[in-house]
């Protein structure tokens, strides 16, 4: 990403690991000293969302302080210690920021989070629009605020002057090969700035529609950067502004869904995160219910369902004053993939008729640009995959069929989607011969789709055939499945 204009604090030095938070963790693994510490957050009405990711980072230095909610759970953690006796640098040197007296209590975190900074929004709900709510005691949530993220506010508040640009600016394909070529300071951004963000937003949802994420990751990654920079730069009207930072909200959610389709949910939550953190900068309730709307989606694929459901109710409040029915439906689907992955029948089903409801309204001019793939094919398809967590694989089944069918063949990549899972539901259903035929139809879109997705709902519908070889069709299956190449 592009940096900001404002000079680093602190020069550039290699992370020094924390060898004290290390000692501290004994003979836990990191896993289960991340648990600990979610415990310990709940005990003081703390949220954090720690992971044995975080703790690796914090024991390889990475972290070289913790944002004021970790803070608070490590102290509590650890009575009468400090941060630096806890192995962390003082908060004064990571920040440039005065540093508080011995015993003085962490600062506590601002009214508003759309005015807040990284470090001193790490106690706000993060899936909340406006109004707060009260939150499940197991929910084990994620800080798109955290120190992790704590570029993403810093380049979204410094809109001055001197910011770089990859590739001079974005391309109309908005796919430039590498950002760090061809740098040069950008000037204030204009219209024509605006236009180019806007269409390569509108080229790579295009590209993946037919040909998947695998192959575009990486090339979508430059004009993300380039995006950013723009916002560094300043534009020269506060309507380019606007559009500016839609744009590149709305490109960080076209790209973490390219990491989210190739299977790097890891990159995925950063780049929803970041979008989520610029659509409450600058207000923007509908590029707040888009990030919602795929946090919840990845939330649901990365076994997270609980998360899941709160995301996509987040997404319908922020969404229900923008006057989109179909965005409604959308978004009712996302909740009821929560619920079926909680196994709450009751729930799931409940969502899934709201969904049609407000599907059966019909499109409206209020529908945003990026929900084109809505339709009734996508609408089959989502509750295809709810059945298919509840394990109604006949239903399943059928909505999967349905889905395939009814699929414009413009969106290549959900025709190979809808086609595996009805493959995988009628492996599971018992009818393997349909099944190996439905599998043979999904490979055959693998010469024009490339997504980790479709190939790994293939590989487990492989696993579920395999006592079935002698079946006619699943051996022709199993063999050209297990021929194809390795995903690099």
Request: charged share 25%; aromatic share 6%.
């Amino acid at each position: 990403m592009a940096s900001s204009s404002v000079p680093s604090s602190q020069p550039a030095r290699p992370p020094r690991p924390n060898l004290v938070f290390r000692h501290l963790r004994g003979s836990r693994s990191p896993a289960e000293f991340a648990a600990a510490v979610r415990r310990a957050a709940r005990e003081i009405g703390e949220r954090v969302s720690c992971d044995a990711r975080y703790v690796h980072r914090v024991e390889a230095g990475e972290i070289r302080c913790p944002n004021y909610a970790y803070e608070r759970v490590f102290l509590h953690m650890f009575p009468g210690r400090t941060l630096t006796d806890l192995g962390f640098a003082p908060r004064s040197s990571v920040r440039g920021r005065r540093t508080r007296a011995a015993g003085d209590q962490p600062a506590a975190p601002p009214e508003n989070p759309a005015n807040a900074t990284s470090e001193t929004s790490g106690a706000s709900e993060p899936y909340e629009t406006h109004n707060r709510y009260d939150p499940y005691d197991e929910y084990d949530t994620y800080d798109p605020h955290d120190h992790e993220e704590s570029d993403v506010l810093r380049r979204a508040f410094m809109t001055g002057g001197g910011a770089t640009v990859a590739a001079a600016t974005l391309s109309p394909y908005g796919l430039a090969p590498e950002a760090s070529a061809a740098q040069r300071p950008v000037r204030r951004a204009g219209t024509s700035d605006a236009c180019a963000l806007e269409e390569a937003v509108r080229r790579i949802r295009v590209l993946d529609d037919r040909h998947g994420a695998d192959g575009l990751y990486r090339r979508a990654a430059a004009p993300l950067r380039a995006a950013y920079a723009l916002l560094d730069a300043g534009a020269t009207r506060q309507r380019t502004a606007d559009r500016l930072y839609s744009g590149a909200g709305e490109l960080a959610i076209s790209v973490g869904w390219l990491a989210h389709d190739s299977g790097r949910f890891d990159d995925a939550r950063s780049h929803y995160a970041e979008a989520l953190a610029t659509a409450r900068v600058t207000g923007d309730a509908a590029l707040e219910a888009h990030a919602f709307c795929n946090t919840a989606f990845l939330a649901r694929d990365a076994g997270r369902p609980r998360e899941a459901v709160r995301a996509a109710q987040a997404a319908q409040r922020a969404a229900r004053p923008l006057g989109s029915p179909r965005l409604m439906s959308l978004l009712a689907l996302r909740e009821a993939g929560g619920w079926a992955g909680l196994a709450d029948r009751a729930g799931c089903e409940q969502a899934l008729i709201r969904a049609q409801a407000y599907f059966d309204r019909g499109p409206g001019e209020a529908d945003p640009e990026w929900m084109t793939f809505y339709g009734e094919a996508e609408l089959e398809g989502l509750e295809a995959q709810c059945w298919s967590t509840l394990g109604d694989w006949t239903r399943a089944a059928r909505h999967a069929r349905r889905a395939a069918e009814l699929q414009d063949p413009h969106f290549t990549r959900n025709i190979a989607l809808y086609t595996a899972e009805l493959a995988d539901d009628l492996a599971r259903d018992g009818r393997p011969e349909e099944a190996a035929q439905a599998g043979m139809r999904a490979l055959d879109l693998l010469g024009e789709v490339q997504s980790s997705r479709v190939r790994s709902m293939l590989s487990g519908t492989s696993r579920v055939l395999l006592p079935h070889r002698r079946t006619s069709g699943v051996s022709e299956f199993l063999d050209r499945h297990a021929s194809l190449p390795r995903m690099v």
